[in-house]
């Protein structure tokens, strides 16, 4: 019989059957206290226990964001209907096969992409079951965006008794993966063997995990898809955060107190005040709020601490798709794996994702396109989708999946993609499953 309930450090959940019952979901379980109130521009804190039973068969809302124009690309890809929304939004969901809580199976935590101002863990094309019928539990997760999530002062950091502000969705990433290594046994899951992987802002969030101190043993294996030179290739000082926080103050004419009792929407209407505004002065989109280097949560940016080695010793697999931006020398893919094998570190095994997606007025892989592939939910895609894109799906939701179980992507009736080596630099090409080399 599947497990149905499980017991967290918080108080007892109940889960819901999957669309194949042997597999449960557990929808919108709390992971923090809501970052609300005296919570903003808080660190995240553990939820309030419970009594009884807590029901998790609704995904909780997600993080306070703009609401797209029904006619936007990746509206129509990805978000058909508006999903609800609230400030409090620390809320995660687990697929597990487990019939009971002794099982260990392999964990991938998913971090979701949306440039740190969009996006949420259950948008429709993430779904766990195709990860459930692999032997593999699926956590996604929702974290603060926007100013809710990043926005830096002098006076917060002041406060702070760290002597840092901003980075609270970092440390909201962090705290998932700490209730994942607490509690995840409860749903059948293997602490000890957690893959932590995103894609665009989300992949730009695990090479700062992967980078940062206070994330060290929480997972063991990663996976970066499309981070690589997706928007500002260097993170922001902490002192540059702050100069944003204070010129937000003055254009808004609110200062930090002020900015703390806005009503939720208000606050958010901020963020695009603040982006707009700097467009308008410097001339260029930058991802004006994402982690910043503060020496507490990030002790270095990922393009001074990956080169020099002072990221996580794990296996990796990184890659990009066709008409992602042209990468920064310092996250290209290959420049990853020749870095690795510089600093005698595991081999990195490195993707290409060049599959012509059906329906495409401009044929080719455009930017989050895999994502329908690697979580296998390719019916649930408005496109004309024929046979090879299911066969493709289900090689790459093997690949990643085998990854998460053993730091190697190959498996039994699969192509093999070796690892990006002196010997054999390769780029595995997700297409026809041919392969590539330098």
């Known amino acids: 019989m599947a497990l149905r309930i499980a017991d ?10 999957c669309g194949n019952p042997s597999f449960t979901v557990f929808k919108g379980v709390p992971y923090a206290a809501p970052p609300v109130g005296p919570l903003r521009f808080r660190p995240p804190e553990p939820p309030a226990p419970w009594a009884g039973v807590k029901k998790c068969d609704t995904f909780g809302p997600m993080a306070m964001q703009g609401v797209s124009n029904p006619g936007d690309f990746y509206q129509k890809e990805f978000f058909p209907v508006n999903l609800p929304m609230s400030e409090d939004c620390l809320y995660l969901n687990i697929w597990t096969p487990a019939q009971n809580g002794n099982e260990k ?8 992409g949306g440039a740190y101002v969009a996006g ?12 459930c019928k692999r032997g593999v539990i699926l956590v996604t997760i929702n974290y603060r965006l926007g100013m809710f999530g990043y926005f830096a002062h002098r006076e917060l950091s002041q406060e702070s008794g760290k002597g840092v502000s901003g980075n609270y969705g970092l440390l909201d990433q962090i705290f998932a993966l700490k209730w994942v290594k607490d509690n995840i046994h409860a749903f059948g899951g293997d602490a000890d063997n957690v893959t932590v992987f995103g894609q665009s802002a989300g992949g730009g969030s695990v090479q700062s995990l992967i980078c940062s101190t206070l994330a060290k043993g929480l997972f063991h294996k990663a996976i970066v898809q499309s981070a690589a030179g997706i928007g500002t290739p260097d993170n922001d000082s902490l002192a540059e955060a702050e100069n944003l926080g204070a010129e937000i103050c003055e254009i808004s004419s609110h200062d930090v107190a002020a ?5 939720a929407h208000s606050l958010y209407e901020l963020t695009g005040t603040a982006i707009g505004h700097r467009i308008k002065k410097e001339g260029s989109f930058k991802l004006w709020f994402s982690p910043n280097v503060d020496g507490y949560v990030l002790p270095k940016s990922p393009v001074a601490a990956i080169p020099a080695g002072e990221h996580m010793d794990i296996p990796y697999m990184i890659g990009t798709v066709e008409k992602d931006h042209e990468p ?6 290959v420049n990853w794996g ?12 490195i993707y290409h994702f060049n599959h012509d997606i059906p329906g495409n007025d401009n044929p080719g892989a455009f930017h989050s396109g895999e994502l329908w592939y690697i979580f296998g939910t390719l019916a649930r895609c408005h496109r004309p989708m024929g046979a090879g894109d299911y ?6 939701t093997d690949y990643w999946t085998n990854f998460a179980k053993q730091g190697n992507p190959n498996g039994e009736g699969l192509p093999l993609w070796q690892a990006y080596t002196a010997e054999s630099p390769e780029i595995y090409e997700l297409n026809s499953c041919s392969k590539k080399h330098e």
């Open 8 to 17: 967290t450090h918080a108080g007892r959940v109940e889960g819901i059957p």
């Open 105 to 112: 199976y392999p964990v991938m935590l998913w971090i979701h």
């Open 120 to 131: 949420c863990g259950y948008e429709m094309e993430f779904d766990g079951e195709a990860f």
């Open 259 to 263: 900015l703390k009792s806005l009503p």
């Open 328 to 333: 920064h020398k310092a996250f290209c893919p």
């Open 338 to 349: 020749k870095n690795h094998i510089r600093l005698g570190r595991k081999p990195v095994y």
């Open 391 to 396: 066969q493709l799906s289900l090689q790459m």
